[in-house]
């Protein structure tokens, strides 16, 4: 009885020190810097984000004289809520919540030592204010020239079982920011912005929940402005077919007289230079 009782005792000192321990890891990587009733804003350790973001974006150097055109760009980001086509696409961030985003990001530019900034807001559910809620969260990374916004969090609804505090709401778990394949997000500037795609990744994954403000580096050509839906993304055959697929195909177009046979052996000829 006395050795199972001291072995329940080790168990509970090593779990708490556990906890306490990943507590502590995981505030020293992210630290609330201001908040409100609504928004919170936290500074992210760059060990943090370097190792969550798209591995192109993880490269570029912070610098947070850009953090100002933060809210111009949050008011050209429309979310569309359901999945139906005729609905409405609306402004992802409220308008009453953009003055207190612009008071920090000009506050930020003083800041001699560049970060990057999770924001975290959430809006109350109209039928249950209390204990409902819609939850946004992004990471901001500004840079020389411009701004990256990546999402992690869209409009997410979270019910708790009794009045939520600061403290329920404002919790936040990093995870690795992956492409969405869900047209949620709508960009109204045509000029300086596009979604995320990454020319590395096979099949150029498109992000879209990663927004990129005025770095042409990074800018797909052609932008994008929306996820794209299936019936708009033509491939043209020469990316995605096979040179032995090319050759059968060419077979067939001699055989049916579409090409001439000289045409045919000058195309097989480059076709077996690609293989």
Same mark, same amino acid.
């Given at each position: 009885?006395?050795?199972?009782?001291?072995?329940?005792?080790?168990?509970?000192?090593?779990?708490?020190?556990?906890?306490?321990?990943?507590?502590?890891?995981?505030?020293?990587?992210?630290?609330?810097?201001?908040?409100?009733?609504?928004?919170?804003?936290?500074?992210?350790?760059?060990?943090?984000?370097?190792?969550?973001?798209?591995?192109?974006?993880?490269?570029?150097?912070?610098?947070?004289?850009?953090?100002?055109?933060?809210?111009?760009?949050?008011?050209?980001?429309?979310?569309?809520?359901?999945?139906?086509?005729?609905?409405?696409?609306?402004?992802?961030?409220?308008?009453?919540?953009?003055?207190? /985003?612009? &008071?920090? *990001?000009?506050? $930020?530019?003083?800041?001699? %030592?560049?970060? #990057?900034? +999770?924001?975290?807001?959430?809006?109350?559910?109209?039928?249950?204010?209390?204990?409902? /809620?819609? &939850?946004? *969260?992004?990471? $901001?990374?500004?840079?020389? %020239?411009?701004? #990256?916004? +990546?999402?992690?969090?869209?409009?997410?609804?979270?019910?708790?079982?009794?009045?939520?505090?600061?403290?329920?709401?404002?919790?936040?778990?990093?995870?690795?920011?992956?492409?969405?394949?869900?047209?949620?997000?709508?960009?109204?500037?045509?000029?300086?912005?596009?979604?995320?795609?990454?020319?590395?990744?096979?099949?150029?994954?498109?992000?879209?929940?990663?927004?990129?403000?005025?770095?042409?580096?990074?800018?797909?050509?052609?932008?994008?402005?929306?996820?794209?839906?299936?019936?708009?993304?033509?491939?043209?055959?020469?990316?995605?077919?096979?040179?032995?697929?090319?050759?059968?195909?060419?077979?067939?177009?001699?055989?049916?007289?579409?090409?001439?046979?000289?045409?045919?052996?000058?195309?097989?000829?480059?076709?077996?230079?690609?293989?």
């Amino acid at each position: 009885m006395n050795s199972l009782t001291a072995s329940s005792k080790i168990s509970f000192v090593l779990i708490l020190v556990f906890f306490i321990f990943g507590c502590s890891s995981f505030t020293h990587k992210i630290k609330l810097v201001d908040s409100s009733a609504s928004l919170a804003f936290f500074e992210v350790e760059e060990e943090e984000w370097k190792s969550i973001f798209p591995k192109e974006i993880s490269k570029l150097t912070t610098n947070s004289k850009n953090f100002t055109q933060l809210t111009n760009v949050l008011k050209s980001i429309q979310y569309k809520r359901g999945v139906l086509a005729y609905e409405d696409w609306e402004v992802l961030v409220p308008d009453t919540y953009l003055p207190e /985003i612009q &008071k920090f *990001s000009e506050k $930020i530019t003083t800041n001699p %030592e560049p970060k #990057v900034y +999770l924001c975290i807001f959430k809006v109350d559910d109209i039928l249950s204010p209390n204990v409902k /809620i819609l &939850k946004t *969260s992004f990471y $901001i990374l500004s840079t020389d %020239e411009g701004l #990256v916004i +990546l999402f992690h969090e869209m409009n997410t609804n979270i019910s708790f079982q009794t009045q939520y505090s600061f403290e329920d709401w404002v919790i936040f778990h990093p995870s690795e920011i992956k492409p969405i394949y869900r047209p949620e997000l709508w960009l109204r500037d045509k000029q300086n912005t596009s979604l995320y795609k990454d020319k590395v990744a096979a099949k150029n994954a498109i992000y879209g929940n990663v927004v990129i403000f005025n770095l042409p580096e990074l800018i797909p050509n052609p932008p994008l402005f929306r996820y794209p839906k299936e019936d708009e993304m033509v491939v043209p055959t020469e990316q995605w077919k096979s040179v032995p697929e090319k050759l059968k195909a060419l077979e067939e177009m001699r055989k049916n007289h579409l090409i001439t046979d000289e045409e045919y052996n000058r195309k097989k000829t480059e076709l077996l230079k690609e293989f």
